[in-house]
Every structure is written in C-alpha cells, then in structure tokens.
C-alpha cells in the first residue's frame, strides 16, 4: 500500500539557518503531495502541496518540490524563525481517492 | 475560513466507560476523516465518510465506530474504552471533489483513559 517516510526528528536548528525535512514515497499511479504542519496545542494546517510531478509547492517561505523519479518531496526553507517550530507532516493521497497517508512527522524546534 | 470544531480539548474517562467525540464542520464538506495521533506514528485514519449515513473503515477501526446522521457533525465512538485508546484524536472535512479535497483539521481531542 501507501506509505510515507519522513526523517525522524527533532530537528534542532538556531534562527536564521537552513532547513530541509527529508521525505520519500511510495504510492502507485500519481499521488498528489503535501505538507502540513501543527503548531502546539493546535491541529494541522496545509502548509503546501503539489499534484503533479516537478510541480513546487511554496508557502510561508517554505518550498517543496515533487520528484517523481526519486519519489520525494522535501522541505526547504532558507532562514527559519522562532515561530517555525512545530511539527511537520508529510502525506500523500492516491491518484483516485481522497485519503490521506501521513508520515510520522517531524518536530522541529528553532532557538533564538 | 473553515472552520472544524471539536467539542471537547482534552477527555478523562474510565475503562468500560462508552465514549463520544463529537466534530462538526461549517464547510458543507461532503467528506469527514477522525484519526488518532501517536509519537512516532503521525496520523493513522479510523474511520471515514462521504456522505451522510455513509461510512468506511480506515486504517485501525477496532473499538470504534461512528456515525454521521447529519452532513455537518462526525461522532466518534468508544463503545467500552480502554488504556491504549489513550491518545489524540483529530477530526478533518473535505470537499470530495479531487481538486479541492485539502482536508481541514479540528484542534483536537486529548483523550486519556484510566
């Protein structure tokens, strides 16, 4: 079935440095891809997503790109804040339906 | 904005005890989504459905049923609670047409049994 990698965490970084969360898939067909993330005591949010292969999601200064010949789709961002700390999801769903599978998550915390 | 509102943050019961979460949506989704979060494991789905009165089963089903008499509230039910259904639930709606099928996410029930 489905399934979705995501690196483990937590991700420790100080403010202002580079992020990227490593994700890969598997999935049959052509899944469409996501990142959510949930900051404490909240649900999740949609950060990005994209639904075809080379498609580059971006939000909030975060960037994904969809590669289908390595099956990933990473996060990036090129300065991170204080406030980026939460928790991070990948997720996909399938080419004909609507559900979605979700990696593990990844908690990143950022330090002033 | 979408909104998707649990009605309770945080839950004690007892084992045995028969356990209701309840989650509306104000989106006229067609679809609503409870999963469990776990460390370690992300999100797993419960149950689904797509229409009123309609429901299927998601990942892990067993000790839970639901019930969808209205489009807009999900019930998640506990039918004799036990100590590993201590966990987070989330609630999520969607549209089931496929371009705009984000899912919106409740806050969240943290629900511990004892």
């Known amino acids: 079935g489905d399934s979705v990698t995501q690196m483990e965490g937590p991700v420790t970084l100080s403010e202002e440095a580079c992020l990227t969360i490593?994700?890969?898939?598997?999935?049959?067909?052509?899944?469409?891809l996501f990142w959510y993330v949930q900051y404490p005591g909240e649900g999740l949010q949609l950060l990005l997503k994209a639904t075809k292969a080379d498609d580059k999601g971006s939000n909030k200064g975060f960037e994904a790109t969809y590669r289908k010949e390595t099956t990933s789709f990473h996060l990036e961002k090129g300065s991170v804040q204080v406030s980026d700390s939460a928790v991070y999801f990948c997720?996909?769903?399938?080419?004909?339906?609507?559900?979605?599978?979700f990696g593990a998550g990844t908690i990143l915390r950022v330090k002033s | 904005d979408v909104k998707v509102t649990q009605s309770s943050r945080y839950l004690v019961k007892r084992t045995g005890e028969k356990v209701f979460l309840e989650c509306v949506q104000d989106m006229d989704h067609e679809n609503m989504f409870w999963y469990r979060q776990d460390p370690g494991l992300g999100l797993r789905l419960i149950y689904f459905s797509y229409d009123v009165k309609m429901k299927e089963k998601g990942d892990i089903p067993e000790g839970y049923s639901v019930s969808r008499e209205k489009k807009e509230r999900f019930s998640l039910i506990l039918e004799s609670a036990s100590t590993n259904q201590t966990s987070m639930y989330l609630c999520a709606s969607s549209f089931s047409e496929l371009a705009k099928n984000i899912q919106y996410f409740g806050a969240g029930t943290r629900l511990s049994v004892l």
């Open positions: 490593n994700c890969t898939y598997t999935a049959t067909g052509y899944p469409s």
């Open positions: 997720a996909l769903t399938g080419e004909y339906g609507n559900k979605l599978v």
